[in-house]
């Protein structure tokens, strides 16, 4: 069973050259697309660095100089907020962040719930955190704290901000237009999530006004699967396996070979997977796959998941859009294969891919998609 941790390294090195994997089939499954009509994880960060000056008083703490504390007494404060960069890091290579801004289950004096916002790359170069009271909660806000992070940490504004809460959006969105950044709701913002889950263990919890068992006032969506877009549609596709060595030099070649895809900074994530355990994955097969793979490479793909219930692949985008991707024939046999495919990503730590070729006996990919399919965070 491989499992994930978070690795406080953060990773420079430039991508290099392609090699060609060998796939491995799962054999019985058929090849031919038809049009359609949870493991815990053990993240560990690096400990605050300083305290950030509220942007707004709340009844958490009192108002206080901006001041840089002792390392020791901050990790044992879960009411402190945190502002950091990585001195080793240029702040002009921070283009993206990942936000989150919402409720958590912990009360302030008032018996309302706090509020926080939470900033980060997909490096942890960068990583921010502040409480609001719940009723200044807006896009001035949100934009007025964009700024003053920058203000603080010395970065410029991002070219793109994700976020994952559907609910937010409007406010994230708004906040965003008028800083010209350009927002993207999206839940491959990976080191957030297992960030939030680390803070559930090491802050929230600790906090004296953490509620147990009080529930988000945002939820996740998860929505019944629509019909995929016509311009989406592959040829044939089939459930494939890769060592794990493989889909390293697939991610690594996707600078100087593929057009289109997306990786995972594996070492910060920390998947400990044998170089030969074998990674899951969806190859799919067309005639116009570049077209397909360029399609596919503007709609955040997040997961792809096995429904043996209704027999049909299930491809999430954005934040909650899910669409039947393809369709089976449910068997015996068919269920099996599924249900093997889902147990070895499991077995994976929910590490998966998608690939796009002209043909399925190619060695060579179109686009290629490292893909991991996380538990929503307990907040």
């Known amino acids: 069973m491989a499992s994930l941790s978070f690795n406080p390294s953060r990773i420079k090195h430039p991508i290099t050259n392609f090699?060609?994997?060998?796939?491995?089939?799962?054999p019985?499954?058929?090849?031919?697309?038809?049009?359609?009509?949870?493991?815990?994880?053990n993240p560990q960060f690096p400990p605050c660095f300083s305290v950030s000056e509220s942007l707004s008083s709340t009844p958490l703490q009192p108002e206080t100089a901006k001041s840089v504390i002792d390392e020791e007494e901050e990790i044992g404060d879960p009411t402190s907020e945190l502002s950091y960069l990585d001195p080793e890091t240029d702040p002009e290579s921070i283009t993206e962040w990942e936000v989150d801004f919402c409720s958590r289950p912990i009360l302030d004096?008032?018996?309302k719930k706090?509020?926080?916002?939470?900033?980060?790359?997909?490096?942890?170069?960068?990583?921010?955190?502040?409480?609001f009271p719940n009723n200044v909660i807006n896009s001035v806000t949100l934009k007025d704290a964009i700024v003053t992070i920058c203000d603080e940490l010395g970065v410029?504004?991002?070219?793109?901000?994700?976020?994952?809460?559907?609910?937010?959006?409007?406010?994230?969105?708004?906040?965003?237009?008028?800083?010209?950044?350009?927002?993207?709701?999206?839940k491959r913002c990976l080191s957030l999530v297992l960030w939030l889950e680390e803070r559930y263990e090491t802050v929230y919890t600790k906090h004296p006004g953490f509620q147990k068992g009080s529930k988000p006032l945002v939820s996740l969506d998860n929505p019944f699967p629509m019909e995929l877009p016509e311009n989406l549609y592959g040829e044939k596709w089939a459930f494939v396996q890769l060592p794990f060595s493989a889909v390293r030099k697939e991610v690594t070649s996707l600078e100087t070979r593929f057009a289109f895809g997306a990786s995972l900074d594996l070492d910060l994530l920390g998947i400990e997977v044998g170089e030969e355990t074998l990674i899951p994955g969806l190859a799919v097969a067309s005639s116009r796959a570049k077209p397909l793979a360029a399609w596919m490479n503007g709609i955040e793909v997040c997961s792809i998941e096995a429904e043996t219930a209704r027999a049909s692949i299930v491809l999430s985008v954005g934040i909650s859009t899910r669409y039947i991707y393809a369709t089976y024939k449910k068997s015996s046999v068919t269920t099996e294969e599924a249900e093997a495919w889902e147990a070895a990503k499991k077995g994976c730590g929910g590490l998966h891919f998608?690939?796009?070729?002209?043909e399925l006996d190619s060695d060579d990919c179109v686009g290629f998609w490292l893909l991991l399919d996380l538990p929503p965070p307990p907040v």
């Not at 070219?159 to 959006?169: A, D, L, P, T």
């Not at 708004?174 to 993207?184: Q, T």
């Not at 998608?354 to 002209?358: E, P, R, S, T, V």
């Open 114 to 131: 706090v509020w926080e916002l939470v900033v980060c790359d997909d490096s942890l170069s960068l990583q921010y955190t502040k409480y």
């Open 28 to 41: 019985n499954f058929p090849k031919t697309l038809i049009n359609p009509r949870n493991s815990r994880r």
């Open 109 to 111: 004096i008032r018996g």
């Open 354 to 358: 998608l690939a796009i070729q002209d």
């Open 156 to 186: 410029p504004l991002p070219e793109k901000i994700r976020f994952f809460r559907s609910q937010m959006q409007t406010i994230i969105t708004r906040a965003c237009n008028e800083l010209g950044v350009k927002p993207i709701p999206s």
């Open 19 to 26: 090699t060609s994997p060998t796939k491995t089939l799962f």
